[in-house]
């Protein structure tokens, strides 16, 4: 085996990830326990046996009790996460890395589909008033 790094390999045993967190807000779904927001450095890929994340709170904002510092960074291994849920607007704006919008991708905003939704049906308006 070689010593050589590989891309995507997680950082050197004792180093912190470089930069800021990537992706903002990521519901990690823990087994057995509520779900937490975090915001994760990079998006977990196949080859990754944990989830790298900061800032690690409750839905409603307030520090899990199972923490001291929501400020830290934790290493939560995969076999430990039922499954991970990403922002839309994260993945829609293309921080996912090998995000691809290709031919038949829609890639619509939530505003967009709110809009869609209220559009009305003349026929179904005047079957409610003849009702």
């Known amino acids: 085996m070689s010593d050589q790094a590989l891309p995507g390999d ?3 045993v004792g180093t912190a990830p470089a930069g800021d967190p990537a992706l ?3 519901v990690i779904h823990l087994n057995n326990e509520q779900p937490v927001l975090a915001d994760l450095f990079e998006f977990p890929s196949a080859r990754d046996v944990a989830v790298i994340c900061t800032n690690l709170r409750t839905p409603d ?18 076999a430990h996460i039922r499954f991970i849920e ?3 607007r994260a993945l829609e704006a293309g921080d996912r890395p090998g995000a691809q919008g290709g031919p038949g991708r829609s890639r619509s905003t939530p505003a967009a589909a709110a809009e869609a939704d209220l559009e009305i049906d003349e026929d179904f308006l005047r079957r409610i008033r003849d009702a």
Do not use: Y
Not at 61 to 78: A, N, T
């Open 10 to 12: 997680a950082p050197a």
């Open 24 to 26: 903002a807000n990521a």
């Open 86 to 88: 990403m922002p839309g």
């Open 61 to 78: 904002g307030k520090r899990p009790i199972f923490i001291d510092q929501s400020e830290s960074i934790f290493v939560i291994p995969l």
